[in-house]
T-cell receptor, first 117, second 110 residues
Framework: GAVVSQHPSWVICKSGTSVKIECRSL??????MFWYRQFPKQSLMLMATSNEGSKATYEQGVEKDKFLINHASLTLSTLTVTSAHPEDSSFYICSARGRDRVWNEQFFGPGTRLTVL | KNEVEQSPQNLTAQEGEFITINCSYS?????LHWLQQHPGGGIVSLFM???GKKKHGRLIATINIQEKHSSLHITASHPRDSAVYIC????????????FGSGTQLTVLP
């Protein structure tokens, strides 16, 4: 099956610092990656869609200058939370879809829990 | 009104019971996913459906496109099935992004 990894699995940082989260497709080429955020007891919220080699498309209300997304290769997308604040503390999940997979199928990473002090 | 509604929100069952989780949607879709999220947060895709029925082990998923309804069934439930089950759809004409239901918290007691 298709495997998506995320790194780190958890991170604690001080307010004002930047945090980078990596999302990798391990055994397939991911033409599209999605980044989600999930607050406790809530459902996933799509933040942005990134296609390899092009700029990410952000959902309404998501600041693109705060949540920098890079999808430089077919196996790696990164989300950088810049100048993190406590309200950015959340569970961040990526998913990936590849060119060789069934058209609509997405594979999820294990998530990254961010805590901003 | 949410485009994707799940019921029940919470479900507690005894080990061995047959479980059904329902998902209704109000818009046209091209596919529907059933996802499982464990307490640690990781998400596993259980099924992707566009019609009919799929079975994997003790899990069965059905979809009725005309009625805009899908069900996830778990036979012979086990405590390790305890998780949040999420229905997610790909809206017709969308950029293949997922629209999520609010999830069903399932607890299976030994």
């Amino acid at each position: 099956g298709a495997v998506v990894s995320q790194h780190p699995s958890w991170v604690i940082c001080k307010s004002g610092t930047s945090v980078k989260i990596e999302c990798r497709s391990l055994d397939f080429q991911a033409t599209t990656m999605f980044w989600y955020r999930q607050f406790p007891k809530q459902s996933l919220m799509l933040m942005a869609t990134s296609n390899e080699g092009s700029k990410a498309t952000y959902e309404q209300g998501v600041e693109k200058d705060k949540f920098l997304i890079n999808h430089a290769s077919l196996t790696l997308s990164t989300l950088t939370v810049t100048s993190a604040h406590p309200e950015d503390s959340s569970f961040y999940i990526c998913s990936a879809r590849g060119r060789d997979r069934v058209w609509n199928e997405q594979f999820f990473g294990p998530g990254t829990r961010l805590t901003v002090l | 009104k949410n485009e994707v509604e799940q019921s029940p929100q919470n479900l507690t069952a005894q080990e061995g019971e047959f479980i059904t989780i329902n998902c209704s949607y109000s818009v046209g879709i091209s596919a529907l996913h059933w996802l499982q999220q464990h307490p640690g947060g990781g998400i596993v895709s259980l099924f992707m459906l566009s019609s009919g029925k799929k079975k994997h082990g003790r899990l069965i998923a059905t979809i009725n496109i005309q009625e805009k309804h899908s069900s996830l069934h778990i036979t012979a439930s086990h405590p390790r099935d305890s998780a949040v089950y999420i229905c997610a759809v790909i809206l017709s004409g969308s950029a293949r992004q997922l629209t999520f239901g609010s999830g069903t918290q399932l607890t299976v007691l030994p």
